[in-house]
T-cell receptor
Framework: GAVVSQHPSRVICKSGTSVKIECRSL??????MFWYRQFPKQSLMLMATSNEGSKATYEQGVEKDKFLINHASLTLSTLTVTSAHPEDSSFYIC???????????FGPGTRLTVT | QKEVEQNSGPLSVPEGAIASLNCTYS??????FFWYRQYSGKSPELIMSIYSNGDKEDGRFTAQLNKASQYVSLLIRDSQPSDSATYLC??????????????FGKGTKLSVKP
């Protein structure tokens, strides 16, 4: 149980384009999903908290107009990186908590490379 | 600034030995504590959660929490080469950690030598 998937696992895009990443909880409903970013040899950094049916809460320093988050259902959240630049290249990981439970479970991550 | 500190390692132990991983945190109001394992190039995997002082055992893993000392540790008994990974300590001020307030340490790299 508690399986979280992400798609795509790896994406390469040109500078200036937009990329959408999907995060799905496969066997549970997740009222809350989270988006993290991890640069090489760095710790996980929370970007935003995504609540089903409401606007996401962004961490300080994260541009909400650049990183668009939609959490339209209890099993799906999407992160769209708009007008991507090389400095956005990173490992993006989502996590989800089953409604009523406490632990966060992570998706396998999406490695984004912007050329 | 709420911080979670871990020794970056690498911590090298022989196969079959006990690996001891340590973590300290700055926010005395922290309520929930988690250990995640992260293999290179992969996302974190939850190993243990602990919420109250004392020890919590799950198989070869034991988490220890001392809120007075703001210290949490993870012991891995009978270490195996497959345990070689980076271990992340995560702390939340909210009970359960499901509100997105997890603060991660930078992780300790463990290497188990055959």
């Amino acid at each position: 149980g508690a399986v979280v998937s992400q798609h795509p696992s790896r994406v390469i895009c040109k500078s200036g384009t937009s990329v959408k990443i999907e995060c799905r909880s496969l066997d549970f409903q997740a009222t809350t999903m989270f988006w993290y970013r991890q640069f090489p040899k760095q710790s996980l950094m929370l970007m935003a908290t995504s609540n089903e049916g409401s606007k996401a809460t962004y961490e300080q320093g994260v541009e909400k107009d650049k990183f668009l988050i939609n959490h339209a259902s209890l099993t799906l959240s999407t992160l769209t990186v708009t007008s991507a630049h090389p400095e956005d290249s990173s490992f993006y990981i989502c996590s989800a908590s089953e409604t009523g439970r406490h632990e966060q479970y992570f998706g396998p991550g999406t490695r984004l490379t912007v050329t | 600034q709420k911080e979670v500190e871990q020794n970056s390692g690498p911590l090298s132990v022989p196969e079959g030995a006990i690996a001891s991983l340590n973590c300290t945190y700055s926010d005395r109001g922290s309520q929930s504590f988690f250990w995640y394992r992260q293999y290179s190039g992969k996302s974190p995997e939850l190993i243990m959660s602990i919420y109250s002082n004392g020890d919590k055992e799950d198989g070869r893993f034991t988490a220890q929490l001392n809120k007075a000392s703001q210290y949490v540790s993870l012991l891995i008994r009978d270490s195996q080469p497959s345990d070689s990974a980076t271990y992340l300590c995560a702390v939340s001020p909210l009970w359960g950690g499901s509100q997105g307030n997890l603060i991660f340490g930078k992780g300790t790299k463990l290497s188990v030598k055959p």
